[in-house]
């Protein structure tokens, strides 16, 4: 497609839950990046792939996040063990040149109850 | 984490009226960048900015990269209604992959 496309766009799940969120990129972009917003704030950084590979993942707040991307096009970001401090928009980006340039997705909104 | 201090956090404005924020970092970055975000959208880039004192337009936006290297300002003029929406800064250092954001100012224009 022209942008990046971001599923589902809301998904609401209950607290102790696993979630997968899904980003298909623009085609041709090789690095692809995740980053949370949480309400009132700015997005935050997750992480960072280029390619197939992870290249920057500091930005994963703990061990029950996750984010693969085999073929090097597709991302699923996963979320084990949901908490209520887990609920935002999960914004995805793709680029070819970095970050100068970035294209964001709408993003997810979670929300965990 | 970190994100950048931008102000004002609101402003409230008439249509037609010239807008200006800020936004400041304690630390240095090599390029800034701006961004704005409407309400279930990701963020649109505006303006790109790559060298300290550079100031560069796009269209009614004019932006300037600070010559410390830890501030960025962006000027709106003759502001019209689709101007409204939360405008982001975002810094990037060389060598490192990740938007470090600011905290947005949310523009709103007063009928």
């Known amino acids: 497609g022209a942008g990046v496309s971001q599923t589902p766009s809301n998904k609401v799940t209950e607290k102790g839950k696993y979630v997968e969120l899904r980003c298909d990129p623009i085609?041709?972009?090789?690095?692809l990046y995740w980053y949370r917003q949480s309400l009132g704030q700015g997005p935050e950084f997750l992480i960072y792939f280029q390619g197939t590979g992870a290249a920057d993942d500091s930005g994963l707040p703990n061990d029950r996040f996750f984010a693969v991307r085999p073929e090097g096009s597709v991302s699923t970001l996963k979320i084990q063990r949901t908490e209520r401090g887990d609920s935002a928009v999960y914004l995805c980006a793709s680029s070819t040149s970095g970050g100068r340039g970035y294209t964001f997705g709408s993003g997810t909104r979670l929300t965990v109850v | 984490g970190q994100q950048l201090n931008q102000s004002p956090q609101s402003m409230f404005i008439q249509e037609g009226e010239d807008v200006s924020m800020n936004c400041t970092s304690s630390s240095i970055f090599n390029t800034w960048l701006w961004y704005k975000q409407d309400p279930g959208e990701g963020p649109v880039l505006l303006i790109a900015?790559?060298?300290?004192?550079e100031l560069t337009s796009n269209g009614r936006l004019t932006a300037q990269f600070g010559i410390t290297r830890k501030d960025s300002f962006l000027n709106i003029s003759a502001s019209i209604p689709s101007d409204v929406g939360i405008y982001f800064c975002?810094?990037?250092?060389?060598?490192?992959?990740?938007?470090?954001f600011g905290t947005g100012t949310r523009l709103t224009i007063i009928p």
């Open positions: 975002a810094g990037l250092t060389f060598g490192n992959e990740k938007l470090t």
């Open positions: 900015l790559y060298k300290a004192g």
């Open positions: 085609s041709g972009h090789t690095a």
